[in-house]
């Protein structure tokens, strides 16, 4: 629920005691489908500035 809340990947990383992030992404990613689009949308807002 945090990661998909926009929470740091490097915050539960270290909450979880994995030795760097791309563990957590290894294991939680799935947990994070909007992440993409969130992104995208934001670049976008900012090109047509």
Not at 8 to 20: E, I, P, R, Y
Not at 21 to 41: D, Q, S, V
Request: net charge negative; hydrophobic share 50%; glycine share 10%.
């Amino acid at each position: 629920m945090q990661l998909e809340a926009g929470e740091s990947v490097v915050s539960h990383s270290q909450w979880l005691g994995h030795a760097s992030p791309a563990i957590t992404l290894e294991h939680y990613a799935h947990f994070m489908p909007g992440a993409g689009r969130r992104g995208l949308a934001a670049i976008d807002v900012w090109l047509a500035a």
